[in-house]
Every structure is written in C-alpha cells, then in structure tokens.
C-alpha cells in the first residue's frame, strides 16, 4: 500500500504462494496505471498496465485489479518465485498528459 | 539496442561544485525525462522533452537546467549542487504517441548522487 516518510510498507510471502500488494491512487481523473518493478541498484521496469475502461487485466503470473470506486489498484502475484523480490511502485496518469505520479512503493521479499 | 543508457553511475559532490549527469538513449524515442528518487518516495519528474529543441518543467525542476539538442541525448545539469540534491536520478523515454495510448516508459540503471 501506500505510505509516508522513509519506510517503504514491506511484505513478506513464502516462496510458491501468491502475493497481493495494494496501492491507493489519488486523482480521480487518472485513467492510465502501470505497475512497476524494480530490483536494488536498477531502475524501474515495466510489469503490467491497464486502462479505466477494465477491472482486472492479466499476464504472465501477475494480474492487476483496479477498482475505480474506491480508487484502489493491486498487483497479484501468482506463485512467487525469489526473482520476484523488489520494489513495486504503482502509478498513474491521464493519458495525453505528461505527467506520470508514482506511489511511493512496496517492498516484496520471497522466502525461501 | 542500448536501451537507456546513463552515465555516471555513482558521484560525489560538495556544496557549490557543477556537473551534468548524461543520458542517451537509441530507441529512437521523442520524448525522455529525468526523475529523482529518494528513499521511501517514489520517483519526481524533474524535467522533460517532446522532441530536440523542446523542454519544460516537470514537479521538481528547481536546481537542474536541462537541454535536447538531438534525439538521442537528453543532459541533466546541476549548476551548484546542494545537499537536498542527494538522490538517486533516473533518465527515461518512450515514445510521443505513448502518452496517448498509454505505452510505458523505459528506464535507465540511474545515477547515484551524493552531494556534501
């Protein structure tokens, strides 16, 4: 989820079980939210989007579910594997606007 | 392809001092950014570009002065580095049309700044 101050929210999921990690979006407008992932000492990468117009997309072991009455977005991750290990950001837009705003991220870590 | 590419890795500065942190990339992309990040917040548009010749403020722009004179390259400079500077910068792009059909962005590996 999202979170103020220096302290990334973490979370901690048993290697092969699923993960859930939430983000609260703050413009109603937003009609654009991208999930990212990144690794320590690497930038940010691409994971998985979705637009207004859907509740719930799917790819390769993730799904991203957005609930626009409660401005609500979760990343699921389906049998998590030490790979998965990272920081997840989510963020938003309004598409043909520049602007992208990032959440402030959670911290995934898969035990082994 | 190269992707994002961002040079230095890693820099020390003191109070005062300049320097112009390189970004390049080879995707042929119209539009790139520069972000920062610190610790516990996510990533802050600094400035950004919709082609050569063209810039303009994103939320953080106070401090750093930016120029796209090709397509490639998009320069991040700090003319008097503080200590508030102290970040981690990362170089984006993608292209134009992305902002409409909502393709992501590509991210560089990021410059690790520590001012003093």
């Known amino acids: 989820g999202e979170s103020v101050g220096l302290h990334l929210p973490t979370l901690s999921v048993q290697e092969g079980d699923n993960s859930i990690i939430n983000c609260a979006y703050s413009?109603?407008?937003?009609?654009?939210f991208i999930w990212y992932k990144q690794e320590s000492g690497k930038g940010p990468q691409f994971i998985i989007d979705i637009r207004s117009n859907m509740d719930k997309r799917q790819g390769q072991r993730v799904t991203v579910l957005l609930n626009k009455t409660v401005k609500h977005l979760s990343l699921q991750i389906a049998a998590t594997q030490p790979g998965d290990s990272a920081v997840y950001f989510c963020?938003?837009?309004?598409?043909?606007?520049?602007?992208?705003?990032f959440g402030t991220g959670t911290r995934l870590t898969i035990i082994p | 392809n190269a992707g994002v590419t961002q040079t230095p890795k890693f820099q020390v500065l003191k109070t005062g001092q300049s320097m112009t942190l390189q970004c390049a990339q080879d995707m042929n992309h119209e539009y790139m950014s520069w972000y920062r990040q610190d610790p516990g917040m996510g990533l802050r548009l600094i400035h950004y570009s919709v082609g050569a010749g063209i810039t303009d403020q994103g939320e953080v722009p106070n401090g750093y002065n930016v120029s796209r004179s090709t397509t490639e390259d998009f320069p991040l400079r700090l003319l008097s580095a503080a200590p508030s500077q102290t970040s981690v910068y990362f170089c984006?792009?993608?292209?134009?049309?992305?902002?409409?059909?909502?393709?992501?962005?590509?991210f560089g590996p990021g410059t690790r700044l520590l001012v003093l």
């Open positions: 963020a938003e837009k309004v598409l043909g606007n520049e602007k992208l705003t």
């Open positions: 413009n109603s407008a937003s009609d654009y």
């Open positions: 984006a792009s993608r292209h134009t049309y992305a902002a409409f059909h909502g393709e992501t962005q590509y």
